[in-house]
């Protein structure tokens, strides 16, 4: 909550091990994503945008692909990924939401494509966002 629930490198890491871990319970009908807080995910998180300029091309391009594998890795699940959405989503929350099966959220939700404020294109969750709420 203290970030925001940003996407951060440690973040999206544990949600993919955990969504690994969860791949082998076949007594799993479904996995409910919820915020812990009152924003649901703030996008991505600055102060790993702000390190990777210390970071090579190299470890860059890792982090970029470690974060299109954790949307396909929901896209793709085996079992319905639903989000509760509380609170406002921001960038790469917007993604978030786009690769689950089903989103539900209050009248209050908000959803900000927050990262062309920075002039950043929202690339790798566009194809997603797009395919949810059309052209």
Do not use: H, W
């Amino acid at each position: 909550p203290k970030a925001r629930n940003a996407l951060s490198n440690n973040l999206v890491g544990e949600i993919r091990r955990t969504l690994a871990d969860l791949k082998e319970k076949e007594d799993l009908r479904a996995v409910l994503l919820k915020a812990s807080g009152t924003i649901f995910c703030g996008g991505g998180d600055l102060k790993d945008m702000i390190a990777s300029g210390k970071d090579t091309p190299e470890q860059n391009l890792q982090n970029a692909v470690n974060f299109a594998e954790f949307l396909g890795d929901i896209n793709t699940f085996p079992k319905p990924v639903v989000a509760i959405v509380e609170g406002p989503a921001y960038g790469g929350g917007v993604g978030l939401i786009s690769v689950c099966d089903m989103a539900f959220g209050l009248a209050s939700t908000s959803f900000t494509l927050s990262e062309v404020k920075l002039g950043l294109i929202p690339a790798t969750i566009s194809p997603y966002v797009v395919g949810r709420i059309g052209e």
